[in-house]
């Protein structure tokens, strides 16, 4: 967000805003961790259970999960040794397989000196992708990197699908891909198509990511599409508007310009616009955000004489200061709470702040005469163009599209004077609409 902020006690103010700020998520991070969806577990046994599976952000493949046989009763915990199938209606589907697993690195920034062919056997669940009757595509992340495995239909076990990277042994400062997984692909394409020329072709333009082996897959199988099992197609990325009313404090230090300085307040309407990237759109849970906003802030600062020149008669200045401010802001939002119809959420951010400025100088005669006049004063080249600030913020979303929230900006430094300092905070009230 853009808005005017400063930290005249720089960290020790700012750590321990965020101290207080952490300690208030605590119980509500806690509380928020389940989000229970309709779905099922396929036990050892092979009896099928109906309920409730809680669907975390699984950054990794999962080991294990919470099942419930009613939304209102008691979890309980299954994991590899106990269920061969769950699927969460709707979104995901995994089944349990004894795989190799490769254990090369994928590091084109500094690459292995030789192929790298070690691997290890474990007993996994496998996220289904791409499912037909003729191939099925899984993908296994761990660690290490994903990886992605074919199974045929007919067969018991899937195989990984091969990539890698190595120095190139002609030159340190190339790299040579080994992309085996264009062969494998192109081999199930000659197996199970009747008309495989144009697939095989465009097996050796893959890239070894899960949209690219999503649609051969599908192709291989005859399917018109290759939309991945069990789940919406969600688009990560959503638009949002918005706008706020944003209350700013101005605050000039004793050795400034003007004497005895009282702060300076503010307030202003402000615009707001941005987009949101959900890691995981079918949860909703962690979501990074640039946001881009526009207001105004208009300050007036009394300016008066020092006692000690014992003036009878002066003059007391008004400087009228006004920031005409563009932020963009970066942010990391995580719903704490995450129901359908309402969400939680807390926010951390960082903007940069472009500001330009007009100052003027009202002059107004205390004593004898009452007269004013107006002027340009120059001493605004003081102050900083842009300036950086944190940003503190909860709120919550109404229906998936009404976002309610309050901001705090903590004191952000915007002069560029050796003597003196003016910092800026800020509080903010918004409503914004997701698209």
Known sequence: MLNIYIYTKPYLVIMKKSSLFCLFLLPLVSFAQSNFKSGYILNLKGDTLHGFVNYKEWGHNPKDLDFKDEIGGKSKSYGLEDIS??????????????????????????????????????????????????????????DLKERFYIKENNTLVPTELFYGVYQDPNG??????????????????????????????????????????????AKINGNAESKPVGMANKSPVRFFVGAAFISSTLNYSANGPYYDPQPAKASSPKIIAGLDVLTNPDIGHLIFRLEMGYSVNNFDIIDKPNPIYNVAAYDENIIKLKQNVISITPQII?????AETLKLFVDLGYGVNVVSYNTTKVTVVVQGKPTSSTSKIKNSSDLNGSYTTFQFKVGGVINKHLEVYGSYFPNAEITKSANYSTSLNSYQLGLNYCF
């Open 334 to 338: 995580y719903n704490v709470y995450n």
């Open 172 to 217: 340190s400062n190339s790299v040579i891909d080994k992309n085996t997984f264009r062969v494998q692909l192109a081999l199930f394409a000659q197996k199970y198509m009747v008309d495989a020329v144009k697939v095989i072709s465009q097996t050796q333009q893959a890239a070894y990511k899960e949209s690219d082996l999503a649609n051969l897959s």
């Open 85 to 142: 199938h769950f699927a969460i209606d709707g979104y995901v589907s995994y089944y349990r397989y004894t795989v190799r697993i490769s254990l090369n690195k994928i590091d084109i920034a500094s690459p292995p000196a030789l192929s790298d062919t070690s691997s290890t056997i474990e007993t996994v669940f496998l996220k289904t992708i791409q499912k037909g009757d003729k191939i099925t595509l899984f993908a296994y992340r761990d």
